[in-house]
Antibody, heavy 116, light 109 residues
Framework: EVQLVESGGGLVQPGGSLRLSCAAS????????MTWVRQAPGKGLEWVAN????????YYVDSVRGRFTIYGDNAKNSLFLQMNSLRAEDTAVYYC?????????WGQGTLVTVSS | SYELTQPPSVSVSPGQTARITCSGD??????TYWYQQKSGQAPVLVIY???KRPSGIPERFSGSISGTMATLTIIAAQVEDEADYYC????????????FGGGTKLTVL
């Protein structure tokens, strides 16, 4: 079965760090794009970052640029989101998705809560 | 920053046609994608490249574009179509930065 599975979410204090993982099974990463999308409680979807899996292109929403880093490990068929200097407004369910515009496969999401 | 604008809510009775709009200055040049999200679930792609339907999506879902406005149309909407719908595109910066519309809650009752 082709699927994406996120992990790494949890409760973290403001200013802390967290690394999210997205493991792909049944598909290969190489040559494609992957995207992170988040959804704050009761709010809409927000695009966070994406990358071309050869590493040559990466883009971030303004609110996370300089704090978050997206990267991949093709050998492990995994995508990561390193989140530093976390703020309360980063609290959300984080989804990884395959693609850059046509996001045709999504994980189930992992919840990140930033609170003291 | 680039924005896509959707109405917060649309309500129809079962069997009626639902139309959800999405406006954005770059939509004449950048394709629109539509995602359906039911309560507690991950989003699902229902329309891509303005008007193409992925396999497995019912034929009652269709998309169109006219100028700076994209429209998701659901003909003969069913109760199970009740969900939040988001349009999505790439901004007009020349880079692949994504942007979602604010979402539209479709009520079918």
């Amino acid at each position: 079965e082709v699927q994406l599975v996120e992990s790494g979410g949890g409760l973290v204090q403001p200013g802390g760090s967290l690394r999210l993982s997205c493991a792909a099974s049944g598909l290969t990463f190489s040559g494609s794009w992957m995207t992170w999308v988040r959804q704050a409680p009761g709010k809409g979807l927000e695009w966070v970052a994406n990358m071309r899996l050869d590493g040559f292109e990466k883009y971030y929403v303004d609110s996370v640029r300089g704090r978050f880093t997206i990267y991949g490990d093709n050998a492990k068929n995994s995508l990561f989101l390193q989140m530093n200097s976390l703020r309360a407004e980063d609290t959300a369910v984080y989804y990884c998705a395959r693609g850059v515009t046509k996001l045709d496969l999504w994980g189930q999401g992992t919840l990140v809560t930033v609170s003291s | 920053s680039y924005e896509l604008t959707q109405p917060p809510s649309v309500s129809v009775s079962p069997g009626q046609t639902a139309r959800i709009t999405c406006s954005g200055d770059a939509l004449p040049k950048k394709s629109t994608y539509w995602y359906q999200q039911k309560s507690g679930q991950a989003p699902v792609l229902v329309i891509y490249e303005d008007n193409k339907r992925p396999s497995g999506i019912p034929e009652r879902f269709s998309g169109s574009i006219s100028g700076t406005m994209a429209t998701l149309t659901i003909i003969a909407a069913q109760v199970e179509d009740e969900a939040d719908y988001y349009c999505y595109s790439i901004d007009n910066s020349g880079y692949h930065r994504g942007v979602f519309g604010g979402g539209t809650k479709l009520t079918v009752l």
